[in-house]
């Protein structure tokens, strides 16, 4: 069974810092794309930040020259370092990751995390 696993949230300042780390384990063949998502109360979900399989990156612009995203292979590990941070950011934050798990592709969550940015 597959699982992502957030870790990193937390209350900060306007300007401070935060990074996230999401970890997929289990019986996973291949990595196509992983990322980060936010979902602010009463609003969608949106994009933060992806990171594909041959390292090219994709960013939201809200975050665009705030936010980092990068991965670590070999820990099937994605990280997302947020600096600058505003209250704007405050959010559930979600890994998500499209998998190729036994010959099939398929989008999992994680279980989100909350990121909490005091004025």
């Known amino acids: 069974q597959v699982q992502l696993v957030e870790s990193g949230g937390g209350l900060v300042q306007a300007g401070g810092s935060l990074r996230l780390s999401c970890a997929a384990s289990?019986?996973?063949?291949?990595?196509?794309?992983m990322g980060w998502y936010r979902q602010a109360p009463g609003k969608q979900r949106e994009m933060v930040a992806t990171?594909?399989?041959?390292?090219?990156?994709n960013y939201a612009d809200s975050v665009k020259g705030r936010f980092i995203i990068s991965k670590d292979n070999a820990k099937n590990t994605v990280y997302l370092q947020m600096n600058s941070l505003k209250p704007g950011d405050t959010s559930v934050h979600y890994c998500?990751?499209?998998?190729?798990?036994?010959?099939?592709?398929?989008?999992?969550w994680g279980q989100g995390t909350q990121v909490t940015v005091s004025a």
């Open positions: 990171i594909s399989s041959n390292g090219s990156t």
């Open positions: 289990g019986s996973i063949s291949s990595i196509v794309v």
């Open positions: 998500g990751a499209i998998l190729k798990t036994a010959g099939a592709v398929r989008t999992y």
